[in-house]
């Protein structure tokens, strides 16, 4: 059973919230040595003399969290002046960005990693625009200062798409054209394919993008885009799964790829420990089955962005629901449209989950 | 008292402050004396005016919008119509401002509430005192009317905002209130003649869209403004019955009033006739918000082949009957097989 859609603090690490926690003093069992020490870095300075070699063996999941609320925009969307690009550090080498509503109301999360030989950006947000997003900017930033305290003077960059055709995260792709020691991956399926080696096995097999010591590997996931792909990140346990699976509406492209890919990505989860699944919207509302319509610039009361790996089988038990119908499902944790318009509305609550009207703003 | 007594009660007690019966005469006369020559609203009719070439329509990223928040176009020197900004509110509704001699005309307030966040009523205010300006008046000297096409927020919101100016009367949010505003008994077929002062305004109701609709012709620009009943959009017909009645009254009128334009309360639509989804809050390439009476008739005839629910395109307008879950015309643009 999928975890239940309402805010679980515990979930959310974020450690302010004292209700989260079970010890919010901390939990003396545990040690005071745990084994994440190691991936995390020491401020004290070392006067070394070449670049710090990372640790990314990690037993579990990395330490980090997401303990910041995202910005949401605002009523009067001229009016927000919220930052253009919401950065949140979830550990030292793994950032997740995110574009404000009121720039566009996709407002797509973006994922910046880094390794001990470069730094993977997966997607890159729906504004070509650098004044209203400031995309390119704002990673150059976090890549000098994290060169800076890694003593490297060099931080080859892969930018890789969970969709290339997506308009929702290729726009800002543009901004890194003519970018120094990038690597962009080609957008044309095939080329696409044969770059990750996955020319003669797509929508089998996996490919492998190597950051140094944390290798990201390339799950084929076509369903919403027919060049559609997840990543894999060993070192935080995550899935990367673009608008393949994510909390909001999911527009089926093809529901037979759909499926396969659900299934393909559920055999892999089983073979990997995954701690959160990371979408690129977020569109629920935080009681179950409430969704933010398109175009809203608005949000206050989002669901949290990462969703647990069960979802996974829930996902794939509503998808062969509305296989080969022309329909759409609300489930607590996202809604399927198959075939049917974005902006379709239905009267069938799924059972057994409470409908909570929220606060409507205004 | 019935509110018709009462409302004149009202304006009779406005127009002489003093119950003494000597001094009032006094009064009278001095108004006179301030008042200046009444503004002809009633020759070489219809009066000329023109709408933009291309409203301000929204910006790519809403934060970097930088229109002003309501858009001011005067159509002539006594009409006004003012558009919401589409960083203010995806609806972006048109308000038409009409000045008579007494009384100034508010049609739709917009769909931002509060003052701070779209200051409708200083931009009101604006446009009242330069009118006043120009025509050698006194703003404090004409009511404010305020009122709306129906009771729907994105045309009332920021209503509020008016409660506390002097010299205003605004229209209540239910069915009665304003049925009773507009002094009507016989909903919706009795048409009421609104003087503005020399200006004339018809109203009429004109259910479908929603129960609580009227329409409104101003008799000096000859501009029929339909609401939300028929616009350059999608045309949601809640109730087909009353909605498709409400047409042939507007039809009825054509054939015996002469109009210059059509005009809805919002555009959703592109001059290629495409489609602007639900809530898009950019739309570069809109139509214009006038219609002709043409296109009305055009209209009235599709919709007579009309039986069952669905969306239908007219050629000017999506007419969306009985469709309120599948109100888009748009696809997934990603669907492969």
């Known amino acids: 059973m999928a975890q239940s859609s309402t805010y679980n603090p515990a979930l959310s690490g974020n450690p302010q919230s004292a209700t989260g926690r079970a010890y919010p003093n901390g939990n003396p069992d545990l040690g005071y040595n745990p084994v994440g020490v190691r991936n995390t870095d020491s401020a004290i300075p070392l006067r070394r003399k070449s670049a710090v070699v990372h640790d990314y063996a990690c037993d579990g999941p990395a330490p980090g969290n997401l303990a910041f609320r995202w910005t949401y925009g605002s009523n009067v969307a001229a009016k927000n002046r919220d930052p253009r690009v919401q950065v949140v550090q979830y550990n030292e080498d793994s950032f997740v960005l995110r574009q404000n509503v009121c720039v566009h109301w996709e407002a797509p999360f973006t994922y910046l990693l880094f390794g001990n030989k470069g730094a993977l950006l997966i997607d890159s947000g729906a504004t070509a625009d650098a004044q209203h997003y400031p995309l390119r900017e704002t990673v150059d930033a976090i890549i000098t200062r994290w060169a800076q305290a890694r003593g490297r003077s060099k931080v080859p960059l892969t930018i890789a798409l969970t969709s290339g055709e997506d308009i929702a995260q290729n726009q800002g792709l543009v901004q890194f054209a003519g970018r120094p020691d990038t690597t962009i991956v080609p957008k044309p399926i095939e080329v696409m394919k044969r770059f990750y080696g996955l020319g003669k096995s797509w929508p089998a097999g996996t490919g492998k993008i190597d950051l140094g010591d944390r290798v990201i590997e390339v799950i084929p996931t076509p369903g919403t885009h027919k060049d559609g792909v997840s990543f894999y990140d060993p070192y935080c346990d995550f899935l990367f799964t673009g608008d393949l699976l994510f909390p909001g509406k999911i527009n089926i492209g093809n529901d037979g790829d759909f499926i396969a890919s659900l299934e393909r990505l559920k055999a892999f989860a089983a073979s990997r420990p995954v701690k959160w699944i990371l979408g690129g919207h977020v569109e629920m509302m935080f009681v179950p089955g409430k969704y933010y319509p398109r175009f809203a610039t608005f949000k206050p009361y989002e669901r949290v962005l990462e969703m647990t790996p069960a979802l996974i089988d829930e996902a794939i038990r509503y998808a062969r629901e509305v296989q080969g119908k022309d329909m759409m499902l609300i489930r607590p944790d996202f809604a399927l449209f198959n075939g049917v318009s974005p902006d379709q509305r239905t009267q069938v609550w799924p059972d057994g989950v409470p409908n909570i009207n929220p606060p409507r703003p205004f | 008292m019935d509110r018709r007594t009462f409302l004149t009660y009202n304006a009779a007690a406005a127009a002489i402050p003093l119950s003494n019966m000597a001094l009032s005469g006094l009064a009278n006369a ?308």
């Open chain 2, 30 to 337: 001095a108004t006179a004396a301030a008042r200046p020559t009444p503004i002809d609203f009633k020759s070489n009719l219809p009066a000329i005016g023109s709408f933009p070439d291309k409203w301000i329509c929204g910006s790519s990223s809403c934060m970097d919008n930088i229109d002003p928040p309501v858009q001011v176009h005067w159509y002539n020197t006594h009409t006004a119509i003012l558009r919401q900004n589409k960083a203010y509110s995806y609806e972006a509704p048109f308000a038409p401002l009409y000045f008579g001699n007494d009384r100034v005309l508010l049609l739709d307030e917009g769909f931002v509430q509060l003052r701070n966040d779209w200051d409708l009523r200083g931009v009101v205010d604006q446009c009242i005192n330069e009118w006043c300006a120009r025509n050698g008046r006194d703003p404090a000297s004409l009511e404010l009317l305020v009122a709306f096409s129906h009771l729907h927020a994105d045309h009332y919101a920021a209503t509020n905002q008016f409660a506390d100016r002097p010299n205003t009367r605004y229209m209540g949010l239910t069915h009665e209130e304003m049925v009773g505003f507009w002094g009507m008994t016989n909903f919706p077929e009795e048409r009421v003649t609104l003087d503005l002062g020399g200006r004339d305004i018809l109203i009429w109701g004109s259910p479908g869209h929603v129960v609580s609709e009227f329409a409104y012709y101003d008799s000096y620009t000859q501009i029929l403004y339909t609401g939300d009943m028929f616009y350059r959009g999608r045309c949601y017909i809640s109730f087909w019955q009353p909605w498709f009645d409400s047409m042939k009254r507007l039809i009825d009128f054509c054939d015996t009033h002469p109009v210059t334009h059509v005009m809805g309360c919002h555009v959703e639509i592109s001059r290629k006739d495409e489609d602007y989804a639900y809530g898009m809050t950019w739309q570069p390439d809109e139509a214009p918000v006038e219609m002709t009476v043409q296109q009305l008739r055009e209209a009235y005839a599709h919709a007579q082949k009309i039986t069952e629910p669905g969306i239908y395109f007219t050629g000017t307008v999506f007419l969306c009957n009985q469709t309120r879950g599948t109100t888009t015309i748009d696809k997934n643009p990603y669907r492969y097989s």
